[in-house]
């Protein structure tokens, strides 16, 4: 078995060997920075937002109203790089299906507005959508996020593809060391299929946890912290958990990152081997419930720290 599939298998996420073209990050990030002012000027008002933002639905990308659209000839060498594609034919078979892509921002608190800073204080899950204007939300915008699944966003009955199928390719944009919010991953937490967001945690020492699953399992686990130089990029099962914590620094720095859901083609019967890694699992695969921290205008209705 090559080390990329023990790695899947075995911890739920493989971070490849080779970073990608600094020069064509560096060309890329240069025309998102022309199209685009990433600062303070992005949020709306309070008082717009009181009176136009009744429900938190609908503040994210979608596959036509996405900032990366402007972008496809440029995302090439991502797509097409031998290896990354190579892996995900491996997983998905050759007619894999990109859900969607987008780019995610993560903001520094220099940018928020004293009435955000209130709205998500404690908040689990701080996506910052509701409070940007929304001829920018095109982007996601976030300020720390607990420890999730991917898959949160796609219970039973939310799209055609299989969500236990899924994978995440995550690409660094900007080099992230440990106070520029990394992500933090759990390896081998996959293997208990689909939890309930947010997911049982018990803080042990260090970077170690206890992770309960909803059928009365347990695993110590030690989450990975994922820095590293522009192009370095992980892909990861819809099950793993995953999260970051806020950017740490008092500055405007902020970091933005590329992130492409991939599934498997329904038109694909054969077998891969993401058959083979969800075969293997311990738990649920279809959700028909995936979070209950929001009510009915998805709004956040359970605050407390980051498990992080």
């Known amino acids: 078995m090559k080390d990329s599939h023990k790695e899947i298998f075995d911890n739920g996420f493989y971070i490849f060997d080779e970073l990608l073209n600094e020069e064509n990050i560096d ?53 097409e790089n031998t290896a990354i594609k190579g892996l995900i034919t491996e997983f998905l078979g050759d007619d894999y299906e990109i859900v969607i892509k987008k780019l995610v921002c993560g903001v520094p608190k220099s940018w928020l507005p004293e009435w955000v800073k209130i709205k998500i204080d404690g908040v689990n899950v701080a996506n910052l959508g509701p409070y940007i204007k929304q001829k920018y939300r095109d982007i996601t915008y976030f300020r720390g996020i607990d420890f999730h699944q991917d898959i949160i966003d796609y219970p039973k009955g939310k799209t055609d593809l299989d969500p236990s199928t899924f994978l995440t390719l995550y690409v660094y944009l900007h080099d992230v ?25 018990d803080k042990l020492t260090g970077h170690n946890f206890c992770y309960k699953g909803d059928n009365g399992q347990k695993m110590v686990c030690t989450d990975r912290v994922l820095t590293g130089k522009l192009g370095y990029t992980a892909i990861w099962h819809n099950c793993t958990i995953h999260g970051t914590r ?63």
């Open 27 to 79: 060309n890329l990030l240069k025309k998102m920075a022309d199209a685009r002012t990433f600062s303070a000027d992005l949020f709306t008002s309070e008082n717009e937002y009181n009176h136009m933002q009744k429900n938190h639905f609908d503040c994210n990308p979608t596959t036509d109203f996405n900032f990366l659209n402007k972008f496809s000839d440029d995302l090439r060498f991502i797509e």
């Open 177 to 201: 060391g440990i106070y520029d919010s990394p992500l933090h991953v759990i390896p081998k937490s996959h293997q208990f299929g689909a939890t309930l967001f947010p997911h049982k945690f």
């Open 246 to 308: 806020p950017i740490d620094h008092e500055s405007d720095k902020f970091r933005i990152s590329l992130r492409y859901l991939i599934g498997k083609s329904n038109s694909n019967s054969q077998k891969t081997l993401i058959d083979e890694v969800n075969s293997k699992i311990n738990g649920d695969l279809q959700p028909v419930e995936t979070r209950q921290d929001l009510d009915g205008a998805a709004k956040p209705i359970i605050k407390g720290k980051l498990n992080i």
